[in-house]
């Protein structure tokens, strides 16, 4: 079997989900299972809505009834899906009511909020397939094997799930039903719904390809694949043709908006390819994610940056040689549970870098006490991803790079055996250096490109 995600913007109305159906008729053979976004931007409507419940006492859901409603209608669905659709809206509507009475929306009422986006796009879609003659059923996760631990908005799925999803879903598969299953969602054992984060349907699919043994998964999106740059930044990007999972998570995590970044997790303990398709342009090739790469590539594969980032200096109060500096400046960290993305150090220093999104105050009176504490806000994260076995050459051209830019790196950080090389500069500047070093590495047809002999 196979798994076939379609995005929001995949099935963003009646014409995309037509379109979609054809992908999926194509691969019946393969036996595929259908994992689905919620349309279009269907997630931020229902953001939205419970904002305006809360704040203004406003219950507004006309955007997604309208949505639903009118492909409904354009699909030329009859009156017993809209049967099935119209309770969901009804109860949407309740919910929204509540909201605006209790004034509190806290993650378990918005996972519960956000869950109708996809549970209204696998309704609709299994019913147009079956128009189309295909044997189509709609399931909500908890009824395909999905169990979560109760983090409301960004939950982890339990171990459980790795034997009940196929438990489930590979009798209905072999009998010859096509599941159509809610990405993002999934119920903790007390049965109050959860969701795994924003963009967290690439996480179903994955997981479902994973728990089932799927020759693979296939994860369709809106692009072409993962891109050398972000295609705002560099009019030059273009798709990268295979990476590893590793390199899939590191450029997903730093800033690459193709991937969730816990895509990879379930496939790469399986070894399960991920593809990403592009449903406007399903000729294209695609990337290809799998354990290790079978050609050989330069020694970039993709260059990435993240903004609004905080950079942390600790310099320590004490004498050279004292142990246990680390520890108690990652302590700190880990009590107030900040996560830290980029660390270098030195013997009586250290820079880590974090996201802007947190509060330092308390963090730095407790530092305070061992370091002087230096906060410094605005800065980007541009990481190039690819063999850093290679890195003397990598840093040496984006040193260069930057030198002739004026720019300075403020911190590098490269890991022992990963696929990651950072480097720190400010917010403003992160575009020009990303621009400079995409020439450097995939444009300009010189030898850094690519193996020097
Ligand atoms: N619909 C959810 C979101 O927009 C999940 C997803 O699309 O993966 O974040
Ligand atoms: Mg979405």
Redesign the pocket.
Known sequence: MIVMKF??SSVANAERIRYVSDLVKAELPRKPVLVL??MGDT?DYLLEAAERALKDAIISMDKIEELHLKTIKELGLTAPVAEEIRPLLGELRDLLVGISLIKELTGRTKDYLVSF??RLSVRIVAAYLRTIGLHARALDSWDAGFLSDSNFTSAELLPDSWSLIPQTLTPLIEGGTLPVVT??IARDRDGNITTLG?????LSATSIAAACGAEEAQVWKDVDGILTADPRLVEQAFPVEAVTYDEAAELAYFGAQVLHPRTMQPCSRTGTPVLVKNSYNPGAPGTRITAALDKKTGPVQAITSRKNVTLVDIVSSRMLGQYGFLEEVFSAFAKYRISVDMVATSEVSISLTLDAAHDLECLKKDLSRIAAVKIKTGKAIVTLVGDVGRSSGILAQSFGACADLGIPVQMVSQGASKVNISFIVNDTQAAEVVRALHRIFFEENTQSGKEKP
């Open positions: 995005g929001g976004s919620a997630t986006g996809e990405g993002f924003r963009g967290g349907s690439d």
